[in-house]
């Protein structure tokens, strides 16, 4: 079967409810396609304990303020999930849950959107589809040798299954530290990272975050002065947990081990320790393989583009992928404007 909409939108994630949202408010028809059988896009699978940098009021989407969540200064995922939940339905977002996109073909006017479901033609397509199923691990010696468990950030869920083990994390981000910081006190941790932990000051949340990205990009616009951005302030927040692990001694961090043995990780002055699990909390990549078919340029996974829009195809844009697609748009207050632009720039070709 065959359907047609003027746009759809790869992914119902908060990046796909955002452009959801603006494209409403334009008249545009549009459908939602998401691979998950439930509303809440990825948050439905982090770990437990995982709290938001920001107040709820601060973690909003367009339109609706996210309400705060009893007790809780910054929510945790759960608060987030049902918050996306009441937004799809509030706004009646027309999202079809349950329907992976598999490929999007160029038909000349138009785009054809196979999915497991039937076929979409749209004249333009939003991928939206994220990071989250793209987790990455870096290639390092001996992974295949080391019969102990090895799992990504995107397994994790809570340190009852690591009591009383030995566990390296690996990553010096916000995954590895604060993962790290969960697991202590239920397991013998060992924090590896490539470089000394950068904290950020504590006082700073994701509400500097999304201004210090939002500045950055105002000023390269404009020809002026790169700041660096939150790079420049350091990559860890140091949220309660991590602060209160760290200020007890509990995050001192080892340098990258050079390789794991059958048994552990080897160092490179040739010192070993004998480990259970590893934890590989080393980033993602850009979601894009349905985009395969278009055959558009890329340059470390990333389709180049102009602002949201590929640069190679004006009827595609990307939303929520990071600083490459949008200042903080991979945050939930950063995603909102550049879902508005892109709205903005769709009705624009369209008309």
Same mark, same amino acid.
């Given at each position: ?98 329907? +992976? ?10 785009? @054809? $959107?196979?999915? /497991?479901?039937? =076929?979409? &033609?749209? *004249? ?70 490539? +470089? ?10 994701? @509400? $500097?975050?999304? /201004?210090?990205? =939002?500045? &950055?990009? *105002? ?86 583009? /102009? ?45």
């Amino acid at each position: 079967m065959t359907r047609r909409a003027d746009v759809v939108v790869i992914g119902g994630g908060q990046a796909g409810l955002a452009a959801g949202y603006h494209l409403r408010r334009l008249g545009i028809d549009f459908v939602v396609l998401d691979a998950r059988p439930a509303p809440g896009g990825a948050w439905q699978h982090t770990w437990d304990s995982l709290r938001l940098f920001s107040p709820a009021a601060y973690s909003s989407l367009p339109g609706r303020l996210m309400p705060a969540q009893e007790g809780q200064t910054c929510p945790d995922a759960a608060h987030v999930v049902a918050y996306l939940v009441d937004y799809e339905k509030r706004y009646g977002l027309p999202v079809q849950h349950g329907v +992976r996109v598999d490929a999007v073909h160029d038909e000349g006017t138009l785009l @054809r $959107v196979g999915t /497991d479901s039937g =076929t979409w &033609r749209a *004249r333009t397509v939003v991928s939206a589809t994220g990071t989250w199923t793209r987790p990455f691990v870096p290639a390092v010696e001996g992974r295949r040798e080391f019969a102990g468990r090895q799992l990504h950030t995107v397994q994790y869920k809570d340190p009852a299954a690591f009591a009383g083990q030995r566990v390296v994390v690996v990553g010096g981000g916000n995954s590895g530290a604060q993962i790290a910081a969960d697991l202590t006190g239920h397991a013998q941790v060992t924090w590896a990272t490539r +470089r000394p932990p950068r904290y950020l000051a504590d006082d700073i949340d994701g @509400r $500097v975050l999304f /201004d210090t990205a =939002t500045a &950055r990009r *105002r000023a390269l616009d404009e020809g002026r002065t790169d700041t660096g951005g939150v790079a420049f302030l350091g990559d860890i927040v140091a949220v309660p947990p991590v602060r209160a692990a760290r200020d007890a001694g509990l995050l001192a961090a080892r340098p990258m081990f050079t390789r794991l043995t059958a048994t552990g990780a080897q160092w490179a002055d040739g010192s070993q320790q004998d480990v259970d699990a590893v934890i590989w909390c080393t980033g993602f990549r850009p979601a894009l393989a349905h985009l395969a078919g278009l055959r558009l340029r890329a340059a470390r996974g990333h389709i180049a583009t /102009d602002g949201t829009r590929a640069t190679d195809d004006p009827r595609l844009h990307f939303l929520g992928y990071g600083d490459w697609t949008g200042p903080a748009s991979a945050t939930l207050i950063g995603v909102g404007r550049t879902a508005r632009e892109a709205a903005r720039e769709i009705r624009d070709l369209l008309a």
